[in-house]
């Protein structure tokens, strides 16, 4: 290992991005069985959602630091970049000095041309039941740690993201993760931490260059599991260090994670809509003349409840849809990452809004009652009434009847 920067002839590197998106319509394809995790329970397939293939799409995607994967380099990475500068800061003499490692794995008229032209880039189309798309695609570079890579991901999302919306998504409600795999080194992961700055950087997919106490932050949801493994997880992305290149199991459990995120968000969606629905029918326009429009307050009732039951099924199949729970690796790390996208909060918030769900559905119910009452008083007093009146017409009749027999 050469000081400042890793050598490895086998060294990989390449990115993931997937985009997890609603559909209008539900998704159909062929079940596909989930990988066990390096450490999984024997019910581990049972214990998550299953994927269905859904098919592919192609997209052109550009950057001279691709790999062509039938041409793999032969000779050691070029240097990481410095560290990136400051907003208006000017390029220092060092900065400007070519570097003294040229790109390996083609000649320089054939990087130009490459970077100019693209390389067109397959992305797998999957789903998740009943209405959830996953695009995924993936692409190798030369290296990882430098600023470019920001916008090969940014191409790549874009591409992801035209698809999902081409498809029938809907991109305001879909979630976006990049994956960063290092494969094919020699020695402890611990020494790509060195850059740990534009590391941090790609994790929060933040341009700018990272207070101390902020990459510190970032970089401490890590997560090993042999020795020379290494997986570090934020909100945007995750790198995962492996010698192997062995991560899929792990980045399926990136999408699950990435899966209950969204599906949270959309439960709330949905239960704000209803919520909304709900306050309009208790506090509308007539709210307050309850007596006379009993067949709507039933009706109104009825959707109370149908939205009351809805809520709760869902909430529920959310909490049961997956069950890595234990000491086992899978668990810990899909616990980790369900912890940096703070679904206990959004479930928390779920929570709350099915209670109000719970109050409204008491004050309609109330309301219905004390109708009910009021209906069966005002029927007895106008029967009373009635029958005073009729017994008053007999009265009369009678009167007349002994007045005239006189």
């Known amino acids: 290992m050469t000081a400042g920067r890793i050598v490895s002839v086998d060294m990989k590197q390449r990115m993931t991005i997937f985009i997890l998106g609603e559909m209008a319509e539900g998704v159909r394809g062929e079940g596909l069985a989930p990988q066990a995790a390096k450490s999984a329970p024997a019910y581990y397939q049972m214990s998550v959602p299953q994927q269905v293939a859904v098919g592919t799409e192609k997209a052109v995607v550009s950057g001279q630091w691709l790999v062509d994967s039938e041409q793999r380099k032969e000779t050691a990475p070029p240097p990481y970049p410095p560290p990136s500068r400051g907003r208006g800061e000017e390029k220092t003499a060092k900065e400007t000095t ?12 054939e990087e130009e041309e490459t970077a100019k032209a693209g390389r067109e880039v397959t992305f797998e189309l999957r789903g998740y039941a009943p209405d959830i798309l996953l695009v995924r695609g993936t692409v190798e570079v030369e290296d990882l740690f430098q600023h470019a890579t920001f916008d090969l991901e940014a191409q790549m999302l874009a591409a992801a993201r035209k698809i999902l919306v081409v498809r029938g998504g809907n991109a305001a409600f879909s979630e976006e993760y990049t994956a960063f795999v290092v494969a094919g080194y020699e020695g402890p992961p611990e020494q790509f931490l060195k850059h740990s700055s534009i590391l941090a950087s790609l994790l929060k997919s933040e341009r700018l260059e990272l207070d101390p106490r902020e990459v510190e932050y970032t970089l401490q949801s890590q997560i090993k ?10 909100w945007d992305g995750a790198f995962l260090f492996d010698p192997e290149g062995d991560v899929e ?3 399926n459990l990136l999408m699950l994670a990435n899966l209950q995120l969204l599906r949270h968000r959309i439960m709330d969606r949905q239960l704000d809509e209803r919520l909304a ?13 309850l007596l006379f429009r009993s067949k709507e307050l039933a009706q109104d009732l009825m959707d109370i409840v149908q939205a009351r039951m809805q809520s709760i ?23 980790l990452a369900t912890a940096k996208f703070k679904i206990a909060q959004w479930r928390s918030g779920i929570q709350s809004k099915l209670e109000s769900i719970e109050d409204i559905y008491t004050v309609v119910v109330e309301n219905f009652s004390v109708s009910a009452k009021h209906r069966a008083e005002w029927v007895q007093i106008i029967i009373f009434f009635v029958l005073q009146v009729g017994w008053l017409g007999l009265i009369v009749l009678e009167f007349f009847y002994f007045t005239r027999g006189r």
């Open 98 to 109: 070519p570097s003294p490692y040229p790109l390996p794995s083609r000649e320089r008229g």
């Open 225 to 234: 599991y042999e020795m020379n493994d290494l997986t570090i997880i934020d």
């Open 249 to 251: 199991e792990d980045l």
């Open 277 to 289: 629905h709900m306050a309009a029918l208790v506090g509308g326009p007539g709210s307050g003349r």
């Open 313 to 335: 099924t869902e909430l529920q199949r959310l909490e049961r849809e997956i069950k890595l729970i234990g000491d086992w690796y899978s668990a810990r790390f899909y616990d």
